[in-house]
Each structure stands twice: as structure tokens, then as C-alpha cells.
């Protein structure tokens, strides 16, 4: 892995980004026990604030996301370092996984794959001066998509019925204000319970619109955790434009 660098910011870029070589991360950091725990809070409540970054925390992406009407989002996604399969406090992601994938995923099949999971914490929240309510229709989607990887997600964060047979090979999206959480799922990913692959780092991170939804403001900031697990190799561009807010490579990677 390369050695730790200071946390780059990155604003309003175009992208593409090429895939990851395959680095492992050398560095030994510690997981936050209480990761997994993000991915059970309780529902929103109308004070709805921000996740606040934290030791484990990769990336941040954040953009202002505008409908037809007028109404406006600010969205964050906050994006942990990976967990692999058999860290104790990653037994509820599992548990969300293998609940998604019906009898198609065990945790006997993680341990065999060597699997990893890597939660983004995502906030929507509309403008204090906002007054007009966000149209029911107005989609925003995630990166990535479960064209490319197993994802698991909960509270405000709904599954596309139309694009898999199974809650974590649909896609991924949400419609208006809230706060939710997606986990992605990689096989062969973990070396050992601080050591991976980096697999997440040869996906992309972020948010697509949907017509009538534009973006503005798209920003990244790779934190130095995020390049200690592969993102500072990886060749990463970005995509900010009307339509897209996401960090990745060029071409993605699938587990399928």
C-alpha cells in the first residue's frame, strides 16, 4: 500500500477512472466497533442531522441535488472502511446481507469467499429556507449499483424491483428527504481482519439523477484512511455534471 497521505479535496471534475491494480492495504488501523451499529438507527426524525465523520471514515461525497419544481436536497455520503466477514462487530451486516439474498448467501459462504462489506452512510436533507416539498417521482440513484456488486440497504433507502430477482441485486434509490444505509458486499476481498484487496476502491461512489433531478455542487474528499486502503492507487476520476455526482473507475468492476 502506498504510504499515507494528507486528505485531498476535490471539486466539480468530470470523470472516469481507471480500475484498481489490485493493491493491499498495508497499513494496520483498528475498526470502530461500533461501525455496524450505523447501519440500525432509528428512523428519521424531523431534526435530521448529518453523520459525522469518524477514525474509519474513507470519503465523503456531497452535492445539492435541485427537482423540477424547484425543491432542493443537500446529500452527503459517507463511506466507512471495509469490514471483513469475520469481524464480530460486522455480524449484523452479514445478518442484513443474508437477509437480502434469501438462502443464496450464508455465512458459511462468506467465510469460504472471504467476503468484505463496506457501508455508505447516506443524509438528504432539504435547505432551512426550503418551501417547496420534494415530488414524489423525483428519484435519485446510487453508486454503486447492483449491476456491479451485492448491496443491502435500510431505512429511507428503497430497492428497484425491476432490475433483480432479489432485494440484493436491485438497485438502489431514494426519494426525498431522510437518512439510510448501503452496504456493499465483495467476495475475495478480505486478506485478514485489518488487510484487504481494496475491491472497494475498483467501484464507483456516489449519486445519479433521474429526469427532472439536476446536481450541483458535486465534491469529493478522499480522507487519509481512504488512501491508505487503495484509493490513492486506483487512478480515481470523477464524474460531476448535471446527472452525476460519483468517484470511480472508468470501468467498473462486477462480482458477477
Known sequence: MSTRTPAIVISLGLAAITALAGCTASAIVEPTPNLAENIVQPDPSPSLTRTSAASDSMLWIRTMATAANGSQLSLEGLVSRSLSYEYPGSQTVNTIMIDDCGAT????????????????????????????????????????????????????????????????????????????????????????????????????????????????????????????????????????DDNNCFIGPATESSVF
Not at 153 to 173: E, M, W
Not at 177 to 192: A, C, F, K, M
Open 105 to 240: 448467501l450464508t455465512n458459511a459462504i462468506f467465510a469460504a469467499e472471504k467476503w468484505s462489506f463496506t457501508i455508505m452512510n447516506t443524509t438528504a436533507i432539504a435547505p432551512d429556507d426550503s418551501s417547496v416539498s420534494w415530488p414524489d417521482d423525483a428519484r435519485i440513484d446510487f453508486r454503486p449499483s447492483a449491476d456491479n456488486v451485492y448491496m443491502a440497504s435500510r431505512l429511507f433507502i428503497q430497492s428497484d424491483v425491476a432490475t433483480g430477482d432479489l432485494p440484493c441485486t436491485q438497485n438502489k434509490y431514494f426519494v426525498g428527504s431522510g437518512r439510510g444505509n448501503n452496504v456493499v458486499g465483495l467476495p475475495g476481498d478480505t486478506i485478514d481482519l485489518d488487510n484487504f484487496s481494496n475491491g472497494w476502491a475498483a467501484h464507483t461512489w456516489g449519486f445519479t439523477s433521474t429526469p427532472g433531478v439536476t446536481f450541483s455542487e458535486c465534491s469529493f474528499e478522499i480522507l487519509p484512511l481512504g488512501n491508505d486502503y487503495g484509493a490513492a492507487v486506483a487512478g480515481w476520476v470523477q464524474v460531476a
